[in-house]
């Protein structure tokens, strides 16, 4: 099984540059009607987008090799990914979180596929495997659900600061 730390699976030396990747991806989503903000310490994702479109709690996986995603596991190069409970019971605690502020928006938990080729997006097991190529179209191709008042006001409850959002570089 492949090891996941703070919601990153694969190599220590490679998941700084990897979460940046996607922090980076992200930035692609518009900035009037999408929010990322960091994931707090105790949940198993990296970042949490907030948008007309819902929310996603998205986790970068670093492993190299083929993902495998016709199971019911995600695998990559014949090794199943773990940590994706854990991903979804965080999604479940961020819905709690959001609905407490009359956001009701089921939390969609997000594998982001940072250096595993993996085809089309799809669901496995209740969690969005999504190359990193794919992320910010499959999160802005959905239907939208929110206004946009209302899912800034959820990301900022969430810690999004006004004006800013992460810093894929990390220099502050």
């Known amino acids: 099984m492949v090891a996941i730390a703070k919601g990153v699976a694969g190599d220590s030396d490679r998941r700084a540059s990897d979460a940046a990747r996607v922090a980076r991806e992200l930035q692609r989503l518009d900035p009037w009607t999408y929010w990322v903000v960091p994931a707090p310490a105790e949940e198993s994702g990296d970042l949490i987008v907030v948008g007309v479109t819902g929310a996603f709690l998205v986790m970068a996986v670093v492993t190299e090799g083929y993902a495998d995603t016709t199971g019911r596991a995600l695998k ?71 206004g946009p008042s209302r899912a800034r006001r959820a990301a900022e409850s969430l810690g999004f600061e006004g004006g800013k959002q992460p810093d894929p570089e990390g220099t502050g």
């Open 76 to 146: 990559i190069e014949g090794k199943k990914v773990g940590g994706l409970s854990a991903l979804r019971r965080s999604a479940r605690r961020l819905r709690g979180r959001l609905a407490t502020l009359a956001v009701f928006a089921e939390v969609e938990p997000v594998v982001c596929l940072t250096r595993a080729p993996a085809g089309a997006p799809r669901t496995m097991g209740g969690v969005r495997v999504v190359p990193i190529s794919a992320l910010a179209r499959d999160i802005t191709e959905r239907q939208k659900i929110l």
